[in-house]
C-alpha cells in the first residue's frame, strides 16, 4: 500500500467545471510533487511544494491549475475550469527534499472530463 | 522534449526468461530512478542508482549508470508474470524535479 494518499481515485467532471483533488504526503516528507501522467504513459510535471512554499511551477500551472499544501492538511489540485485535455492521471509524490531522489508516489486521481 | 527515454516502447518475454529495458538521457545528473508502474497504481521505485555509482542491485534487479554514455539500463531475472507493468527511468539534475522517459511496457507471458 502506498504510502502517499491520493483522492479521489476517480473524479467525472463536465467541460468548464472545477476539479479538485488531494494528496496526503508520506509521513515526514516536506516536499510535494504533482505530475499529469497522459494516456500515452508520458509524465508531465505541474508542480512542487516545500512544506507550504511553491519551489517551481510551469506556466500551465499558472493559468488554470492551482494547488497548495497547507500546514496540517492534505495538499490539493484544483482545476478552475476543466478541459477535455486535462483528462489523466494526476500523481502526486513526496520526497525529504529536492536531491534526496528518494519519491514516493501515490495511485493518483484518474480524471475524466467529457 | 523528454529527458530520460527507453530505448523501447515494448518488450514480450517468457516467464522465467531474462530482460533489459535501456535508457538514455541527454543532461547531467545526480541520480537516475527506476520505476514499475502496474496498471491503475502509481510508479513504484525499484532501483535509486546516484552519479557516482555503476551498478546497483535489488533482488532480482540489476541496474547500471554509464554516465560517459548517458545510459542506464535495468535487467530482471528469472522474470514472473507479475513483472508485467510498464517500467520507467527518471533523472535528477539536482535543481529539477525528475524527469520522466515514456516507458517501456514489458509483458510477461507464461
Known amino acids: 500500500n502506498s504510502k502517499v494518499i491520493q483522492t479521489p481515485r476517480y473524479l467525472v467532471k463536465g467541460q468548464g467545471q472545477k476539479a479538485k483533488m488531494r494528496c496526503i504526503p508520506e509521513?515526514?516528507?516536506?516536499?510535494v510533487f504533482w505530475y499529469q501522467q497522459n494516456k500515452n504513459n508520458e509524465f508531465k510535471f505541474l508542480i512542487n511544494?516545500?512544506?507550504?512554499?511553491?519551489?517551481?511551477q510551469i506556466d500551465m500551472t499558472e493559468k488554470r491549475f492551482s494547488a497548495e499544501c497547507p500546514s496540517n492538511s492534505p495538499c490539493s489540485l484544483e482545476i478552475q475550469s476543466s478541459e477535455a485535455g486535462d483528462s489523466a492521471l494526476y500523481l502526486c509524490?513526496?520526497?525529504?527534499?529536492?536531491?534526496?531522489?528518494?519519491?514516493?508516489f501515490g495511485s493518483g486521481t484518474r480524471l475524466l472530463v467529457i | 522534449s523528454q529527458l530520460a527515454e527507453e530505448n523501447s516502447w515494448a518488450l514480450s518475454v517468457h516467464e522465467g526468461e531474462s530482460v533489459t529495458v535501456n535508457c538514455s538521457y541527454k543532461?547531467?545528473?545526480?541520480?537516475l530512478q527506476w520505476y514499475r508502474q502496474k496498471s491503475g497504481k502509481g510508479p513504484a521505485q525499484l532501483i535509486l542508482?546516484?552519479?557516482?555509482?555503476r551498478e546497483k542491485r535489488n533482488g532480482r534487479l540489476r541496474a547500471t549508470l554509464d554516465t560517459s554514455s548517458q545510459s542506464s539500463s535495468l535487467s530482471i531475472t528469472a522474470t514472473r508474470c507479475e513483472d508485467t507493468a510498464v517500467y520507467f527511468c527518471?533523472?535528477?539534475?539536482?535543481?529539477?524535479?525528475?524527469?520522466f522517459g515514456a516507458g517501456t511496457k514489458l509483458s510477461v507471458k507464461p
Open positions: 543532461t547531467s545528473i545526480t541520480a
Open positions: 527518471a533523472t535528477d539534475d539536482g535543481n529539477n524535479a525528475p524527469r
Open positions: 511544494f516545500q512544506n507550504q512554499e511553491v519551489l517551481q
Open positions: 509524490a513526496s520526497s525529504l527534499g529536492q536531491g534526496y531522489s528518494d519519491y514516493t
Open positions: 509521513k515526514g516528507h516536506p516536499v
Open positions: 542508482i546516484r552519479s557516482n555509482e
